[in-house]
C-alpha cells in the first residue's frame, strides 16, 4: 500500500469537528462568509480515496496541527 501523509502544525481541528470534515458542505470556521469556500473540498478528496479503493484520515499532528493520512492500495 501507499501512503501519503500531509501535516500541518496550525491549530488543529477540534474532534467534533472531525467527525463532520468529510461532509458535503461542512465548514467548521463559520466566520468564513466568502461565497468562494463551499465546504467541498475534503469531501472530493474522500470520493476520489474511495474511487481508488483507497482512505483517507485525519489525525492530530504531535505538537499541534493535523495530519491527513491516504492509503492507496498497490
Known amino acids: 500500500e501507499f501512503q501519503i501523509f500531509v501535516c500541518d502544525n496550525g491549530i488543529g481541528i477540534s474532534d467534533v469537528d472531525k467527525e463532520h470534515i468529510f461532509e458535503r ?3 467548521a470556521d463559520m466566520s468564513r462568509n466568502k461565497k468562494e ?5 475534503l ?3 474522500k ?5 481508488h479503493n ?4 485525519v ?3 504531535p505538537l499541534g496541527g493535523t495530519t491527513f493520512i491516504l492509503h492507496l492500495p498497490k
Do not use: P, W
Open 59 to 61: 489525525k492530530d499532528t
Open 47 to 51: 470520493e476520489i480515496m474511495v474511487v
Open 43 to 45: 469531501c472530493i478528496a
Open 54 to 57: 483507497g482512505t483517507i484520515v
Open 25 to 27: 458542505f461542512y465548514r
Open 37 to 41: 469556500h463551499f465546504g467541498l473540498g
